[in-house]
């Protein structure tokens, strides 16, 4: 079945570095679109970065295009976000999530998702 599970979030001060990672299970990362999401209190679930390998397609939310990126590692089955210079309006709970084919950088094309970081950039 699969199934994927975050870790690496955690405190970070402002101008700080994260790295997420999302373990999966079940399927292969290399034939799947792949996505970050990030949802705040009081906020809708937010596209941060999207990828597919299916078409090549890279996407960044403009609020954090420059400082994160997306990859994965085949050999791992991993997918991860680099977060860079970290600012306080990154704060929210970060997810992995996944579909079969290719998808918008959307919360509802996705099918399957981890349970969630806790990401928080505070001084």
């Known amino acids: 079945q699969v199934q994927l599970v975050e870790s690496g979030g955690g405190l970070v001060q402002p101008g700080g570095s994260l790295r997420l990672s999302c373990a999966a299970s079940g399927f292969t990362l290399d034939y799947w679109a792949i996505g970050w999401f990030r949802q705040a209190p009081g906020k809708e679930r937010e596209g941060v970065a999207c990828a597919s390998n299916s078409d090549n397609n890279t996407y960044y939310a403009a609020s954090v295009k420059g400082r994160f990126t997306i990859s994965r590692d085949n050999a791992k089955n991993t997918l991860y976000l680099q977060m860079n210079s970290l600012k306080p309006e990154d704060t929210a709970v970060y997810y992995c999530?996944?579909?079969?084919?290719?998808?918008?950088?959307?919360?509802?094309?996705?099918?399957?998702w981890g349970q969630g970081t806790q990401v928080t950039v505070s001084s």
């Open positions: 999530a996944a579909a079969n084919g290719r998808r918008l950088c959307r919360a509802n094309e996705y099918d399957y």
